[in-house]
């Protein structure tokens, strides 16, 4: 079945550590975006990429880096210098910027 | 820039219909709506494009005003599965291209 995939589904890590989280797509989908979601609030847009080798910052970018080597895969890594990682992280994909987006089941990341 | 939703949150009884809106201070393309049960991944309600398109469920119907930037989501004769956190999300242009950017988000709570 195709679909969207992210893992692991909870995440603990030290303060201080870098941790890559894991976004997996077959359904051919040229755009990918990471969101961030913290308890009651919205989902921030922290970087998106609408093709290969190519990816833009969001609105809250600062302390990520991505990669998008491959069409399937967008890992997102979550560096020391962000100040609060703690927070639930949403991958999603699309054929574009203006059709259905399809979201992964998430994953919870907790740096203690 | 984020989209601005309203209300923040709506508590009906089943069978009450609800309207949820969504606003932009700059021009939109298209509209998307999601809806999210707790702790799961935003799953696709519509899109709205501009020129009149739209694409979604059937029992879902939502407005698009292109001139005054807004769009607006339909819930009638509601169900107790309808609720969630419906999140608006629009395409906004950047330097680098088009990113689909959420609001904050209306909380529904439809009770027996």
């Known amino acids: 079945d195709g679909g969207i995939t992210q893992s692991p589904k909870y995440l603990f890590r030290k303060e201080g550590q870098n941790v890559t989280l894991s976004c997996e797509q077959n359904?051919?989908?040229?755009?990918m975006y990471w969101y961030r979601q913290d308890p009651g609030q919205g989902l921030r847009l922290i970087y998106y990429s609408q093709i290969v080798n190519d990816f833009q910052k969001g609105d809250i970018a600062e302390g990520y880096s991505v990669s998008r080597e491959k069409k399937e895969s967008f890992p997102l890594t979550v560096t020391s210098a962000q100040k609060n990682p703690t927070a639930f992280y949403l991958c999603?994909?699309?054929?574009?910027?203006?059709?259905?987006?399809?979201f992964g089941q998430g994953t919870r990341l907790t740096v203690v | 820039q984020q989209p601005v939703q309203s209300p923040q949150a709506v508590i009906l009884r089943e069978g009450e219909d609800a309207v949820i809106n969504c606003s932009s201070s700059k021009a939109l393309y298209s509209v998307h709506w999601y809806r999210q049960k707790h702790g799961e991944a935003p799953v696709f309600l519509m899109i709205?494009?501009?020129?009149?398109e739209q694409k979604g469920h059937e029992k879902i119907s939502a407005s698009f005003n292109e001139k005054k930037q807004q769009s607006s989501l339909y819930l009638t004769a509601s169900q107790l599965s309808y609720s969630g956190t419906y999140f608006c999300?629009?395409?906004?242009?950047?330097?680098?291209?088009?990113?689909?950017?959420f609001g904050g988000g209306t909380r529904l709570m439809v009770k027996p």
């Open positions: 359904l051919n989908h040229d755009a």
């Open positions: 999300g629009t395409d906004l242009p950047n330097n680098a291209g088009n990113m689909l950017t």
């Open positions: 999603a994909s699309s054929f574009g910027v203006r059709t259905e987006a399809f």
């Open positions: 709205l494009l501009k020129g009149g």
